[in-house]
């Protein structure tokens, strides 16, 4: 059933679509999300604990749903890509170096960097093993090219740290393969499993692809604004890592030359730089940096619902028009 | 043709076996260690410099080996584990802190430990997508089980860092699941390609496996002992990384009870205090642990070649045995 008429689509309205199924998934990810080893059984009980919205493997079940049947795939599916997502979480975390996610210590600051590195290697691994050992080779390779995207988007967000002057290109490059790629993966996994949804598998990717650039955008967006659901993570934190997002880069092209000047020269000590945050803070709203990103965020929006045209009447067009609303809205 | 006779097999011998063979693995692994961003290329360009024995492809081309016959997809898979091996160094010297390896400074100190993370996975997840994509699904399930053990086995050994009583047992399964799998995966995947060997990958397997312990012990063995070829690494640096390894295990059962309490009273500054390197070694001279350490490297050279009963009299059965040779004598 469609939601599009409330004014905030909760993200509890799309996973009542799937609740069955998300009642598996949880128990997939629990059973998946273990290591024989002590340590390896730690870190994952304290992954467990800093449990995640489940937005990528709602995706992956609202594609594969064919009515009330569910593939006995599909769920374990979805826990391989949240496993997917734990681990790249893990390891950006030790990129990052940050001290907390989803209010809990992170595995770097908690057993170090180096178990921070061999837990996102475990993780990752086993998702490759456990499905080319049940030879499910289309996620594998959906999931194997994925990854491989994101590690090319980490090494250039890296590259570009704490640079002004990111071009928004690289910028859109960026999140395009690092979030939005996975979020693609998730939708066009799930329609592996449904048997009307197989042949518009390209279609799934493309909508998936969409609604990640609005989501990482909007995300971004916070960064800057605060929204008081996302109490686990500080505002500013993107730009005390040195990521440089839309709000800013939008804001930065229309800011005076003398600010530019001031802020070039304020960033020498480094983002972390306490009085800076207030300031780049400031030129972010001063210069209509969130009023550009939005925009952004709304476009992308859309061309995610052109995506599912392709799909012409379908019962899961409501829905994942609705999950487009669902990322929009977060801004209302 | 076997080279038993001689009293040193040299890794030229074996690899003059597969000489054309190597070639075009040399050509796969040029084009494959490459990334599209700069920062990723000047990465690969800098590790293809550190040029390793090629003792992993070498064995992969060994066992897919039919007569003149090259199967299309051997020198390829032979790069796939290679890429792996790398991927593995890389995370290996940032969990260490090593500074160098083969006389070149490490990616995590010269590009920085973000950078290091990011490569391996890189790396990995670059085998994975191109093993998919290709559809080669039998060398996919077993590099992905095999990373997979690795992984669990780094973190054992993360685990038992400087355990000075680290049991024997346990000293076993880390080698076997962080080193000799690989050289078990080597063997089983060349088997792949050669219709004569298919039917054998258990016993290539079980082969590598048991190589792969011998090859693992001896390496250990030289940290004690020194060896002139391996200028690149020093020697010690196994004991000052906090790897607990077999000449110690072994040797520190037969130390007396004071000179235990001395060592364990000197080890609160940690094993890279200057002094205590020497301690440890003469420890470990002088208490049987290289006599010992040879004694299980043979023993596992023995059942290495004992595996190869399964095939029979086949082509490859001298070769390997050669290889066996090659790993052992290496401590002459």
């Known amino acids: ?17 799937v609740a069955e199924e998300l009642i598996s998934f949880e128990h997939e990810y629990e059973t998946l999300l273990n290591g024989e080893l002590e340590l390896l059984g730690q870190i994952c009980e304290h992954l467990k604990q800093g449990k995640s919205k489940r937005f990528r493997p709602t995706l ?31 390891h950006d975390d030790f990129i990052d170096d940050a001290a ?3 209010r809990l210590p992170t595995v ?30 289309d996620a594998m390779r959906i999931i194997a090219a994925t990854t491989h995207r994101m590690s090319v988007a980490e090494m250039m967000q890296l590259e570009s740290r704490s640079c002004l002057d990111l071009p928004e290109e690289d910028y859109f490059t960026i ?3 690092k979030t939005a790629c996975l ?5 066009e996994i799930g329609s592996l499993f449904h048997p009307g949804l197989q042949h518009h598998r ?15 955008i909007t995300d971004d967006i916070f960064d800057y604004r605060g929204d008081p659901k996302r109490l686990g993570k500080p505002v500013g934190g993107d730009w005390r890592e040195g990521r440089i997002t839309l709000p800013f880069i939008a804001a930065w092209r229309n800011a005076s030359a003398p600010l530019k000047a001031r802020l070039r020269k304020a960033m020498v000590a480094g983002p972390d ?39 012409g009447p379908h019962p899961q067009t409501a829905i994942l028009n609705d999950a487009v609303d669902y990322v929009l809205r977060r801004l209302n």
Request: glycine share 6%; aromatic share 8%; hydrophobic share 45%.
């Open 1 to 17: 059933m469609p939601l599009a008429g409330e004014d905030r689509v909760k993200l509890q309205s799309l996973q009542s679509f």
């Open 60 to 90: 992956v079940l609202i594609a594969s749903k064919n009515g009330s049947e569910m593939h006995p795939d599909a769920a374990f599916a979805a826990a391989c890509v949240e496993l997917v997502h734990t681990a790249t979480l893990v």
């Open 100 to 102: 907390t996610r989803r």
């Open 108 to 137: 770097n600051v908690k057993w170090g960097p180096a178990a921070a590195l061999i837990m996102g290697d475990f993780l990752y691994t086993k998702v490759f093993s456990l499905l080319t050992a049940r030879g499910m080779e």
């Open 175 to 177: 999140i395009s393969e």
């Open 183 to 187: 979020i693609a993966a998730s939708c």
């Open 202 to 216: 390209p279609a799934l990717s493309a909508f998936g692809q969409n609604l990640g650039m609005a989501f990482q």
């Open 273 to 311: 730089e306490p009085r800076l945050w207030a300031e780049v803070r400031e030129m972010v709203h001063q210069n209509g940096g969130l009023e550009y990103a939005s925009k952004m965020a709304a476009h992308y929006g859309e061309r995610a619902k052109e995506s599912l045209h392709a799909l």
